[in-house]
T-cell receptor, first 111, second 114 residues
Framework: KQEVTQIPAALSVPEGENLVLNCSFT??????LQWFRQDPGKGLTSLLL?????REQTSGRLNASLDKSSGRSTLYIAASQPGDSATYLC??????????FGKGTTLSVSS | SAVISQKPSRDICQRGTSLTIQCQVD?????MFWYRQQPGQSLTLIAT?????????ESGFVIDKFPISRPNLTFSTLTVSNMSPEDSSIYLC???????????FGSGTQLSVL
């Protein structure tokens, strides 16, 4: 059974810091891995999608990497801003199942 | 935390028919969200359903195609109407925990339209 783990559960940093969020999964037979952002009252926003054949994806200050063989992904946020404060969710997509999510990392960026 | 029961878990439907997906939560929640994930694509929000008011649809989604009911604070349905093969997707119901906690998701409905 696929399990997705995210570390740390919570993170507080001052504005301007670069930071890394970690995601690990137990079964490497995935189609893709996604990083989402959750803002209170606004549902879920998809940030980056990495196909199983890809190693990384970039969008603005965000860079997500995927090492399928080791069952790991990282989300790198450069030059963090208070507006980055949110919960970040990692999820994997396997054949025949809906998304399997980690429990998220709650990020707080102070000004 | 919230426990969400979503059904059916999967279905295979004929073109032109409609399917109603149910989402039951074990606690009262204000906001419920319906998402779609098409094959190989990221998750897309279809609409936000608040009890006592009409659902708010995201760009590209309309009520005639995806009517939503929200009769009380623990239940919602999403109907996929007049289906075509392009509607083949995973449909997910989610709710927000108390005090704007993390989202909780149903197990999803895998829909295949022939």
């Amino acid at each position: 059974k696929q399990e997705v783990t995210q570390i740390p559960a919570a993170l507080s940093v001052p504005e301007g810091e670069n930071l890394v969020l970690n995601c690990s999964f137990t079964d490497s037979a995935i189609y893709n891995l996604q990083w989402f952002r959750q803002d209170p009252g606004k549902g879920l926003t998809s940030l980056l999608l990495i196909q199983s054949s890809q190693r990384e994806q970039t969008s603005g200050r965000l860079n997500a990497s995927l090492d399928k063989s080791s069952g790991r992904s990282t989300l790198y946020i450069a030059a963090s801003q208070p507006g980055d404060s949110a919960t970040y969710l990692c999820a994997v997509n396997q054949a025949g199942t809906a998304l399997i999510f980690g429990k998220g990392t709650t990020l707080s960026v102070s000004s | 935390s919230a426990v969400i029961s979503q059904k059916p878990s999967r279905d295979i439907c004929q073109r032109g028919t409609s399917l109603t997906i149910q989402c039951q939560v074990d606690s009262q929640v204000t906001m419920m969200f319906w998402y779609r994930q098409q094959p190989g694509q990221s998750l897309t929000l279809i609409a936000t359903a608040n009890q006592g008011s009409e659902a708010t649809y995201e760009s590209g989604f309309v009520i005639d195609k995806f009517p939503i009911s929200r009769p009380n604070l623990t239940f919602s349905t999403l109907t996929v109407s007049n289906m075509s093969p392009e509607d083949s997707s995973i449909y997910l119901c989610s709710v927000e925990g108390q005090n704007n906690e993390k989202l909780f998701f149903g197990s999803g409905t895998q829909l295949s339209v022939l």
